[in-house]
């Protein structure tokens, strides 16, 4: 999902992600492709800034159309400043960082409003998914790793499967504003699904707090949007097709808020493609009903999560789900390509 394409030369995205998602590097190749950067004066009036790195394990693009190129250019700057800083706290592949530290030694004092932030947000989203969304899954996606990097692979009756799904389960976090602890030994949490929305949405307060009010970011497939674009319309945003053969489930349009896509398509560990970064964390296998499921919501933290809770539901039930809710919709494309939308979706599709 994008809402303007780039390549970078001699490397391709996908490429990245599977490199990525097979070898545990997450984010820890920040910044070592050089970044693209991008400034177009359309009239006489306003600029059109765009800057893409490479972080937070992909590729991230900030445009902004601003009177003063300076003063944008200097914002977008300190927006990827906080991408780094925000980065650095919730790393879990880097040893240094407090969730790394948090799951080596099972408990973590004095935790920044950041960390309890996103952590807060996480338990009620395994609340109200019913278990569904659950950052704890570490032991389950560790064994994938382990095993499908030896060319080994994994069933539903594996031994190591059940021992892993025993460490799984949110209600085993103990959370309060200064600590949090994990009651099993042996568990683990990764914020994949929740901290790369929660990012892009703290990026976007700042850069509308520096006066950079209309801007768009893309965090590969996590967008927020804020203001309008140069012509003063909506930010239009096409959903990615899953099947890769250019077909758009549907074309979007956002001013303030946000979409976030989940699919089985970017990063797995089998060449069958069955295994994938999404996992059930009832059955510790990755579902096989949906391709890509994209919500909407005011923020890309709350996209970000319900994304990757409705995908490990089966399509219908994923629909259901967020018709049930206030100020969310949802497009679920399925494995056999049908596309299932929730009831007020056509409100923001540029195609209704």
């Known amino acids: 999902m994008k809402e303007r394409e780039k390549i970078v030369k001699d490397f391709n995205r996908r490429d990245f992600l599977k490199l990525s998602g097979m070898l545990g590097i997450g984010v820890t190749l920040a910044g070592t492709i050089p970044g693209i950067a991008e400034a177009v004066r359309f009239n006489r009036d306003f600029y059109k800034v765009s800057r893409m790195r490479l972080t937070m394990g992909t590729f991230v693009s900030i445009t902004a159309i601003h009177p003063s190129r300076d003063q944008a250019e200097d914002a977008i700057g300190k927006a990827f400043d906080e991408i780094d800083r925000l980065v650095r706290e919730m790393n879990r592949f880097d040893t240094r960082t407090a969730i790394s530290h948090l799951n080596e030694e099972g408990t973590l004092k004095d935790i920044s409003p950041e960390i309890y932030h996103v952590l807060s947000r996480s338990l009620y989203f395994y609340n109200i998914t ?5 950052i704890t899954v570490k032991p389950v996606v560790d064994l994938f790793k382990e095993r499908f990097s030896k060319g080994k692979t ?14 799984v389960g949110s209600s085993a976090l103990e959370l309060s504003k200064n600590s949090i602890s994990l009651k ?28 950079v009010t209309d801007h768009l970011i893309n965090a590969g497939g996590d967008i927020r949007t804020s203001g309008m ?11 990615q097709d899953p099947f890769k053969k250019g077909h758009y489930p549907d074309v ?10 989940s699919g089985n398509y970017e990063v797995f560990y089998d060449r069958e493609k069955v295994f994938h970064h999404i996992v059930n964390p009832k059955t510790g296998i990755s579902p096989i009903s949906s391709t890509s499921v994209s919500v909407i919501a005011n923020t890309a933290m709350d996209a970000d999560a319900l994304a990757t809770g409705v995908f490990v539901m089966n399509p219908a039930k994923g629909t259901a789900f967020i018709n049930s809710l206030k100020g969310y919709e949802t497009l679920i494309v399925t494995r056999k390509g ?5 009831q007020g979706w056509r409100r923001f599709s540029s195609t209704a």
């Not at 019913?130 to 659950?134: I, L, N, R, T, V």
């Not at 674009?229 to 959903?239: C, H, M, S, T, V």
């Open 252 to 261: 979007i349009e956002l001013s303030d808020g946000a979409v976030a896509t």
């Open 229 to 239: 674009r140069k012509d003063k319309k909506p930010w239009r945003i096409a959903i």
């Open 154 to 167: 994994v069933s539903t009756d594996d031994p190591q499967l059940k021992k892993a799904l025993k460490l």
């Open 130 to 134: 019913g278990g569904y969304f659950d």
């Open 338 to 342: 049908d596309v299932l939308k929730s």
């Open 184 to 211: 099993k030994p042996g568990m683990g949490i990764t914020l994949d699904g929740i901290a790369k929305g929660y990012i892009v949405d703290r990026v976007s307060g700042l850069l509308s707090k520096m006066g």
